[in-house]
């Protein structure tokens, strides 16, 4: 597993801007032992490996939780909300990307941006919702720091998607509702993939492929998201 780690090549330079490539417990030495967690776990598309290795998550926490940056969990970003578990990114990712590139994806859920970075590195267009003004905000300043420029930032009420930017590719959604809402269902490509985590105090991960007018659920694994809320938050 070591060699292979190391012939990873790095898509982007960390190394001129410190703040991006860390030290101590956030340096690239780090990275590389959660992603032999990830490994170990099942993820196994190198496309996402490789970019999850190389994007620095811990400048999308406060610099007093930086230090757990790269342990698999969940962490506080503000408002009540997280950034998901690295093992649940990369997850969700490899299920997206399982038929390749995608043109066009949807993200309910911007959060910190953390998510999107991901997607933004694999994807050629990605369309990010969030409901929560000041994380949008936050995230918007973290993605142009790696220099990233094709996300299309949107406040709004993400349980409602996107259809002006669409239809998607893939839909990923990183908060639960108690019901798969029908407007994002409608706003896939023929063939598309909803990846969403649905539910209350148990939730599972649920794989909706479009079908043309049908829509095929695969239920994934039990999952813990913040709950998808209606409505936006300005400040």
């Known amino acids: 597993m070591s060699g292979w780690l190391e012939t990873i090549k790095m898509s982007f330079r960390t190394e001129s801007t410190p703040n991006l ?4 417990m956030t340096s690239q030495r780090t ?15 190198m496309e996402v490996l490789d970019v999850i290795r190389s994007t620095p998550r811990h400048i999308f926490l406060d610099e007093a939780l930086s230090h757990r940056a790269y342990e698999d969990v969940a962490l506080p970003i503000g408002f ?6 690295p093992y649940i990114v990369a997850r969700m990712t490899e299920i997206a990307f399982l038929s390749g590139p995608l043109t066009n994806v949807l993200e309910i859920g911007t959060g910190c941006g953390y998510q999107t970075s991901i997607l933004a590195r694999l994807a050629k267009r990605v369309t990010t919702v969030e409901r929560i003004k000041p994380l949008l905000d936050k995230a918007r300043k973290n993605l142009r720091l790696l220099g990233l420029r094709n996300i299309d930032f949107r406040h709004g009420d993400g349980s409602l ?14 908060a639960a509702p108690q019901q798969i809402p029908h407007e994002l269902l409608f706003q896939l490509n023929d063939g598309g993939r909803l990846i969403i985590p649905v539910g209350g105090d148990v939730q599972q991960l649920q794989l909706i492929t479009r079908r043309g007018e049908d829509f095929q659920c695969d239920k994934l694994e039990d999952v813990k998201f913040v709950p998808l809320l209606v409505g936006q938050v300005q400040n």
């Open 21 to 24: 490539s860390g030290i101590g």
């Open 31 to 45: 990275r590389e032992r959660l992603l032999g967690r990830l490994m170990d776990q099942g993820i196994t598309s």
């Open 161 to 174: 998607g996107f259809k002006r930017s669409g239809p998607f590719d893939a839909i990923i959604t990183t």
């Open 80 to 85: 009540n909300q997280t950034i998901s578990q």
